[in-house]
């Protein structure tokens, strides 16, 4: 019991800690930190709850009305979460009173127990706590409505960082994924804790048995904490610097262009791109393609997206591929492009245009079907170069 209540306490000090830090940090007006905090905060009373029955022989006694207000900001996380993973993906996103609808399970949540809990004196509230209030069904119920509630604005907190990341695609031709991660991290840490409460829930209602023991629930918890903490330290710019300017849904439905126009456009790119090589530079994207081919954005994406039925992103790496596998075959056997010293593939793979290792190799397996170092055995086997299209 001293070791899980000691994970509670180091991991209540750490979310608010942590909380501090987002609201004290010179861009703690950042809507994205705030709402962060909201969630840290709102994480640490509902785990006082916890700490409370592990004391409940005083608490009972002394201090019964602290008893059910903690899981009344379960009812916030789900809100709070999703609307942080809105404000890192959204362009001047602002709160209004419409978002305070997403607020009113927890006021109705407050209310019920106001009138089945708190409205009555310490000796009552002492004595129905005793008596296992508000019973086992009772209970369960309770707990499935919270579980139930985070469920919802977890999945749709996944449907906003999917969306997210297809817009990207479609827009950059290297995506920088540390914000990306960073909330696919908060959202798989949470969800673990979400799976095996959940699954404590219902055995235990069923069967009065805990298949996943709570103090390694707890130790998850420590962890994942202790994970938030380290991100916080090694990953600053994701909540210190302004966001990245966020990527809107490009919308031709209304203005369709036929198929002829499209291939004209394809095809006045795709001489381009083998010209001028733009791709070599990791941060192009749409737009600047589209000023120097004198195209709207709207008309290259149609292209792209229904003549090859692919997104920019794969596209511009598709150029970049073929450039690397040309390095590669010029380097083989010590000797670069024009006689110059043999490069590295990491230096390959940043001279074509890639801004990391793990794209690279993610977007060369796609379209070669193999590996660069399988590639390069190949190279060096065959006296012939392999084709390089």
């Not at 002492?126 to 309770?142: E, I």
């Not at 977890?154 to 449907?159: F, G, N, P, W, Y």
């Not at 170092?373 to 392999?386: E, G, R, V």
């Amino acid at each position: 019991m001293f070791i899980y209540e000691t994970f509670i306490k180091i991991s209540i000090l750490q979310f608010l800690l942590f909380a501090v830090f987002l609201l004290t940090s010179r861009h703690r007006k950042l809507l994205s930190n705030r709402l962060l905090a909201i969630f840290l905060v709102s994480k640490v009373l509902c785990y006082l709850q916890d700490f409370f029955w592990i004391h409940h022989e005083y608490t009972l006694a002394h201090l019964p009305f602290l008893f059910y207000i903690g899981p009344a900001f379960d009812l916030v996380l789900g809100p709070a979460l999703y609307f942080h993973i809105q404000s890192l993906t959204k362009d001047n996103m602002c709160l209004t009173m419409k978002h305070m609808a997403h607020m009113v399970p927890f006021f109705i949540y407050l209310a019920v127990m106001g009138v089945l809990f708190h409205q009555f004196d310490t000796v009552t509230k002492t004595a129905l706590l005793k008596n296992g209030f508000p019973g086992v069904t009772g209970l369960f119920v309770h707990d499935l409505v919270l579980y139930l509630h985070f469920l919802v604005y977890t999945t749709a907190s996944l449907i906003k960082i999917h969306g997210y990341q297809t817009r990207l695609k479609n827009h950059y031709s290297s995506i920088k994924q540390k914000r990306i991660n960073w909330i696919i991290f908060l959202i798989s840490g949470f969800m673990v804790i979400w799976i095996s409460g959940s699954v404590n829930l219902v055995t235990g209602y069923l069967f009065h048995a805990l298949v996943i023991p709570w103090p390694m629930i707890i130790f998850t918890i420590f962890i994942f904490a202790n994970g938030i903490i380290l991100t916080g330290l090694y990953s600053q710019d994701i909540f210190l610097a302004v966001p990245d300017k966020p990527v809107e849904k490009i919308k031709y439905e209304k203005n369709r262009i036929d198929q002829g126009s499209l291939q004209q456009i394809l095809s006045a790119i795709g001489t381009l791109m083998k010209e001028k090589k733009p791709y070599l530079n990791p941060d192009f994207n749409l737009q600047v393609l589209s000023d120097r081919a004198g195209i709207k954005p709207h008309a290259i994406s149609q292209a792209i997206n229904t003549c090859l039925r692919k997104n920019f992103y794969d596209y511009i790496n598709e150029f970049r591929i073929m450039e690397s596998k040309r390095l590669l075959i010029h380097n083989v056997n010590g000797r670069g492009e024009n006689g110059s010293a043999k490069k590295t593939v990491l230096e390959i793979l940043y001279e074509a245009g890639f801004n990391s290792k793990s794209t690279f190799h993610r977007a060369f397996k796609k379209q070669t079907g193999t590996t660069p170092t399988y590639f390069l055995k190949s190279i060096t086997k065959n006296t012939t170069s392999p084709s390089i299209s």
